[in-house]
């Protein structure tokens, strides 16, 4: 498939056609949980403008060790097969290694959401070696392969320690064929438009950084900017806001409905209190069902109920926002839904 005539610039697609922006989101379901997406806090060593998290280096929202403990628990009682550890900055929370020890003695799958930078930190210098010995997945940010680009959404020098964090990786077998270490990459557009198509854009990734700096990996996940949070106030100031919605809603693709991690994901915050997704989580939209386990007194389900309570069929909670994940070829934290 030929790279369209922007893609060398890791640009954007605003082409939208589809149902009328007052569309309301359709119901959706969910299927069975194979995935657990656990937020360990808010800390991170960057500040990305896109950030649907608010992560910075001043947060000090952390799970709690007794919440940390469940995690574990969990998969083991519902037979989940993965989790997805994300954050802020997964890695900075003290119980890191020990969940994705204990995860990985299960049999589990263990993706580490990695913003890259995070492996030249002060006291992570073998952050790389211990993922490798895990054999866990690392799922890496690079939002281009352009320094300007990458710099300007993330900070200046973001780009050239990336980059070092990637070789990092690949000398230690990730990406390798055979070696059974994945590394993929996640791209997100610069401001409000809808990523270019994910094969297209993956060659061009695997192309320029292979012949520039000799770095190979596995996959690349287009990844649409969600319109909430610190990406939804920047929007807002520029009065790009409605705008960028009537985007999404017009290019609705109802056959992305039944791929859409939500149907299989649960998500959790780092109190331990339950979501259908990472982006419901960050708006205060908790999953549906169940109260809190108090009595009724506050809506939100928590972690331990999941020891008890099998999830599965249950109605997930949906809003405007929910238009980002279906938009054109669709997009979650696996990347575009369909070709």
Same mark, same amino acid.
């Not at 309301?24 to 990305?48: E, H, K, M």
């Not at 580490?112 to 210098?125: A, F, K, V, W, Y």
């Not at 990786?169 to 997100?188: I, P, Q």
């Not at 996959?219 to 807002?236: D, E, H």
């Given at each position: 498939?030929?790279?369209?005539?922007?893609?060398?610039?890791?640009?954007?697609?605003?082409?939208?056609?589809?149902?009328?922006?007052?569309?309301?989101?359709?119901?959706?379901?969910?299927?069975?949980?194979?995935?657990?997406?656990?937020?360990?806090?808010?800390?991170?060593?960057?500040?990305?403008?896109?950030?649907?998290?608010?992560?910075?280096?001043?947060?000090?929202?952390?799970?709690?060790?007794?919440?940390?403990?469940?995690?574990?628990?969990?998969?083991?009682?519902?037979?989940?097969?993965?989790?997805?550890?994300?954050?802020?900055?997964?890695?900075?929370? *003290? !119980?890191?290694? @020990? &969940?994705?020890?204990?995860?990985?003695?299960? +049999? =589990? %799958? #263990?993706?580490?959401?990695?913003?890259?930078?995070?492996?030249?930190? *002060? !006291?992570?210098? @073998? &952050?790389?070696?211990?993922?490798?010995?895990? +054999? =866990? %997945? #690392?799922?890496?940010?690079?939002?281009?392969?352009?320094?300007?680009?990458?710099?300007?959404?993330?900070?200046?020098?973001?780009?050239?320690?990336?980059?070092?964090?990637?070789?990092?990786?690949?000398?230690?077998?990730?990406?390798?064929?055979?070696?059974?270490?994945?590394?993929?990459?996640?791209?997100?557009?610069?401001?409000?438009?809808?990523?270019?198509?994910?094969?297209?854009?993956?060659?061009?990734?695997?192309?320029?950084?292979?012949?520039?700096?000799?770095?190979?990996?596995?996959?690349?996940?287009?990844?649409?900017?969600?319109?909430?949070?610190?990406?939804?106030?920047?929007?807002?100031?520029?009065?790009?806001?409605?705008?960028?919605?009537?985007?999404?809603?017009?290019?609705?693709?109802?056959?992305?409905?039944?791929?859409?991690?939500?149907?299989?994901?649960?998500?959790?915050?780092?109190?331990?209190?339950?979501?259908?997704?990472?982006?419901?989580?960050?708006?205060?939209?908790?999953?549906?069902?169940?109260?809190?386990?108090?009595?009724?007194?506050?809506?939100?389900?928590?972690?331990?109920?999941?020891?008890?309570?099998?999830?599965?069929?249950?109605?997930?909670?949906?809003?405007?926002?929910?238009?980002?994940?279906?938009?054109?070829?669709?997009?979650?934290?696996?990347?575009?839904?369909?070709?």
């Amino acid at each position: 498939m030929a790279a369209p005539p922007m893609a060398l610039s890791c640009s954007p697609v605003s082409e939208a056609a589809g149902p009328s922006a007052a569309a309301a989101f359709p119901a959706l379901r969910r299927g069975r949980v194979d995935t657990l997406q656990v937020n360990l806090g808010y800390r991170c060593n960057q500040s990305c403008s896109h950030c649907h998290v608010n992560a910075g280096p001043t947060r000090t929202e952390m799970m709690a060790s007794d919440t940390l403990a469940l995690v574990p628990e969990v998969l083991q009682a519902r037979g989940i097969g993965t989790l997805d550890l994300t954050g802020g900055a997964p890695e900075l929370h *003290p !119980g890191f290694r @020990d &969940l994705v020890v204990q995860a990985r003695a299960l +049999g =589990v %799958t #263990v993706i580490d959401r990695c913003n890259l930078t995070i492996l030249s930190e *002060p !006291g992570q210098e @073998d &952050l790389g070696a211990f993922l490798a010995d895990q +054999g =866990v %997945t #690392v799922v890496a940010s690079l939002p281009c392969y352009s320094a300007a680009n990458v710099d300007q959404q993330r900070g200046d020098g973001v780009f050239a320690r990336s980059i070092t964090g990637l070789q990092q990786l690949n000398r230690l077998g990730y990406g390798a064929e055979g070696s059974g270490l994945k590394l993929d990459l996640v791209y997100n557009p610069q401001g409000p438009s809808l990523p270019p198509p994910q094969a297209a854009l993956e060659a061009d990734y695997k192309r320029e950084l292979a012949e520039h700096f000799g770095i190979r990996f596995n996959r690349l996940y287009t990844i649409t900017n969600m319109p909430i949070q610190r990406f939804a106030a920047v929007l807002r100031q520029q009065g790009q806001l409605e705008g960028y919605m009537d985007v999404l809603r017009a290019s609705h693709n109802p056959a992305n409905l039944a791929q859409v991690m939500c149907r299989s994901t649960v998500s959790v915050d780092w109190q331990g209190f339950l979501y259908d997704c990472d982006f419901n989580q960050m708006l205060g939209m908790p999953m549906p069902g169940l109260d809190g386990g108090d009595g009724g007194r506050s809506p939100r389900r928590h972690l331990r109920q999941l020891l008890e309570h099998d999830p599965s069929n249950e109605p997930i909670a949906v809003a405007d926002h929910c238009f980002g994940c279906t938009a054109g070829a669709g997009s979650s934290c696996g990347g575009a839904l369909s070709s």
